[in-house]
């Protein structure tokens, strides 16, 4: 248990940068967390606040899940979190096509793209084996009239961490590496700043439970310092708790999957990705890196909101070079397929002990950043690239992300076979609400029959 200080990025006062190591943070999907000792007054003064802000204290709860191996059940441990049945949910089981109205949902959608003259925006609905709803609104670029289309391209940020997860599955399930043997039995170079950091694990590295300092060097990729040069600075990391202990957000640590892939197979990770993912799935227009997205023609264009409406944004290249945390580019039609994938349409690629090892809780995260507008979020996890939510008593898995002029968005329900995902090639608010309004309605469907 330790105590932490939980600072948004848009406050309105700026942090000089301390050995605390306060880092930039894409916004709005993630806190830095912050060991604490001294008063709330007193950081203020230490970190040369340009005005008192307070500073939330907090002790984060953590229940670490993953101490036993994954063969073992969690329900027999008594750890095992509950989900509750659904009110009015009927002892038959419920398909897809039974819940499959969501023309509230898409109005709505529809109203607020346009009241927020959203530039461009990608859904769909699917089940494991139908696309239950394709939609695509807007353009490209906004200083074009083409139009986004099921095969227009965006980038999927964090989401990324969905494939990552597989590709360390992969790995585990082919013996070709571990969930528990020390990073440093494969990797050549130090992490952390503490001899603790010499027991970390792919593990820890898929479920941000490496114990080091959250959004470690994420400012530099902000500042579009590749992760080749941030390697270097690895060991000056520092160490928050022991492996294994705590939850901490990670981009540029999350990354040494990479590494792990490379020093295992002699191979690079995108081209893993593509010829253990992307090929078998069917993902046609999928791809990792810069290069792929700024050779296709029919990729969007990023977009900040300032001056009045949706302006161009340059492309922070930085993040590909973190594969695992943000590097891929997909269409809708792709993440249609790779929603069905993990809903269990694809057992030869993902099987479902696979599909399970992922979607189980590894560790209890805190409901800061955007959950907060997700009211009926009552526990939230980190699995294996995966959040997983309890939502109203439905089990969810989730992520979501963010990056330079994209948000993107992949739910799934498993209980009901049942998916969304929603690509914005704009860094605009309303990726916050998609995922809620959508459950919201599935509920009231479901509630409804």
Known sequence: MIAISLIRRHDACKFPLTWYFLWQI???????????TAKPRLLSVAFG??????????????????????????????????????????????????????????????????????????????????????????????????????????????????FAGTVASQLVSSNISTWDEPLTATLPYNIGTDTATSQMTLRHVVSHTTGLMPHAFSNMLDAGVAYEKIQEKFHEIPTVCPPGQC??????????????????????????????????????????????????????????????GWRLSSVNTAYYTTGPAAGVNATILDMVRWAQANLGAN???????????????????????????????????????????????????????????????????????????????AETRLANEVVPHFLDNLQANINAL
């Open 26 to 36: 894409p916004a709005p999907t993630e806190y830095r967390i912050l060991p604490v």
């Open 49 to 162: 606040l340009p005005c008192l802000v307070p500073l939330l204290l907090a002790m984060l709860p953590v229940q670490l899940l993953a101490d036993a191996p994954f063969s073992s059940s969690l329900l027999e441990q008594g750890t095992q979190p509950a989900f509750h049945q659904l009110p009015g949910q009927l002892p038959a089981p419920i398909v897809p096509a039974d819940i499959a109205d969501f023309s509230d949902y898409k109005a709505w959608l529809q109203q607020e793209v346009t009241d927020l003259n959203i530039p461009g925006v990608a859904l769909a609905i699917v089940s494991s084996s139908d696309i239950l709803d394709l939609q695509t609104y807007g353009v490209r670029n906004v200083q074009e009239t083409a139009a986004v289309d099921s095969n227009t391209v965006f980038r999927i940020a964090s989401v990324s961490k969905t």
């Open 247 to 308: 939850y901490g957000y990670q981009n540029v640590v999350f990354s040494l999957i990479a590494d792990v892939v490379q020093a295992s197979l002699r191979t690079s990770y995108d081209d893993f990705v593509v010829e253990n993912i992307f090929r078998p799935l069917g993902m046609n227009q999928a791809s990792m890196g810069y290069e792929a997205y700024r050779d296709n023609p029919n990729a969007s264009a990023p977009h900040q909101f300032g001056r009045g």
């Open 347 to 425: 057992p030869d690629v993902l099987p479902r002990a696979l599909l399970d090892m992922q979607h189980t809780p590894v560790v209890e995260t805190p409901r800061g950043n955007y959950f907060n507008r997700w009211p009926k979020v009552t526990q939230a996890w980190y699995g294996l690239g995966w959040r997983i939510l309890d939502y109203d008593g439905m089990r969810v898995v989730h992520h979501g992300g963010g990056v330079r002029g994209y948000r993107s968005e992949i739910v799934l329900v498993p209980a009901y076979d049942i998916a969304l995902v929603v690509m914005f090639n």
